[in-house]
């Protein structure tokens, strides 16, 4: 993996976001086999950057499978980007530090956290949390009450990390009915530069907020299926050519929406599988795998995307 320090550049791209393979043993062990396939198949893609969070259920790894999967992406060839997550909570994240800063990553995402906190409690923590891993985060806002309940005092402490360097990235996924209107990420750019933030809820909102919000990057987890359209979506809007990037946007709607229906990460554990990339098991608990009566609309979903991506190919020749 690329070891180099994390600059603004590296939030303008694709940032792709992989489940966890898993065999399908009692254990659910890690399958690292399965997810190089995974990776291969999304850097064959043009996507050099990888985060591995929510849709890898990091939530609910246990220590053994996280040091497991920080040695492999340690391994992983120098053009990737990779960027793994840790906590939610403190005490999580504490015990994640030294295995972190055994490896060097460029910056580490922040899950959100649902516990009690506020906005200097939150501040406090992550400046520990980053003095004890060795290297600085991206923060994951997807609630305008992840900082606390004071959104201003919030968005405050998001500043003073990011002034302080604790901070070099925001990853932005607080869902709207219409991302034109969100007062809330207008209040956040005015405290943080736009080219530290990136859209990070898949191709939904990204030409809104690459085109209107002139944020950074987007992250998907579609793009571990269709890299080649994720990319293709964000350099459409990168020259401008919007119509281009909301014709791409519209192909992973039918899949987005069985994401939102079905939940975001079984779905995609399942559709990468039915996708033919590579055999990724089941999500762990707390979830429960995706059930067989909803196998036949999502491989209908994933074949469009794949025949949409193959035609994507073939015009860029």
């Known amino acids: 993996m690329r070891k180099h320090a994390f600059s603004e550049r590296d939030m303008s791209g694709v940032f792709a976001v992989p489940s966890l393979a898993r065999r399908n043993d009692p254990n659910r062990t890690v399958d690292i086999a399965a997810n190089q396939r995974v990776v291969d198949h999304i850097a064959r893609g043009g996507i050099t950057r990888l985060i591995y969070g929510g849709n890898a259920c990091l939530q609910q790894v246990t220590l053994a499978e996280y040091e497991q999967l920080l040695e492999w992406l340690a391994r992983l060839s120098d053009d990737l980007l990779c960027i793994p997550s840790a906590g939610p909570s403190f005490g999580r994240a504490m015990d994640q530090a030294p295995l972190l800063r055994r490896h060097g990553f460029p910056v580490v995402m922040m899950l ?120 293709a979506l964000f350099t459409s809007c990168l020259s401008g050519d919007y119509s281009r990037a909301e014709e791409i946007r519209r192909r992973f709607l039918p899949l987005e929406d069985l994401r939102d229906a079905w939940g975001a990460s079984r779905v995609l554990q399942a559709a990468i599988e039915l996708a033919g990339i590579a055999t990724t098991g089941s999500v762990p608990p707390f979830q429960s795998p995706l059930g067989a009566g909803r196998i036949p609309e999502l491989l209908k979903a994933v074949q469009a995307l794949q025949k949409d991506a193959a035609g994507a190919s073939i015009a860029s020749r």
């Open 112 to 231: 959100p956290n649902s516990d009690p906190r506020d906005a200097l409690g939150m501040e406090a923590g992550i400046q520990e949390f980053v003095a004890a891993a060795g290297m600085p985060v991206m923060v994951y806002l997807n609630d305008e009450a992840n900082f606390g309940v004071n959104r201003d005092d919030g968005l405050d402490a998001i500043a003073r990390l990011v002034d302080s360097n604790a901070c070099v990235a925001v990853k932005y996924a607080v869902a709207r009915m219409d991302p034109v209107d969100d007062p809330y990420l207008a209040d956040l750019l005015r405290r943080v530069e736009r080219k530290k933030v990136g859209s990070g809820m898949g191709e939904r909102p990204a030409v809104v907020h690459l085109r209107d919000w002139k944020i950074a990057g987007y992250t998907s987890g579609l793009a571990c299926i269709a890299p080649q359209l994720g990319q």
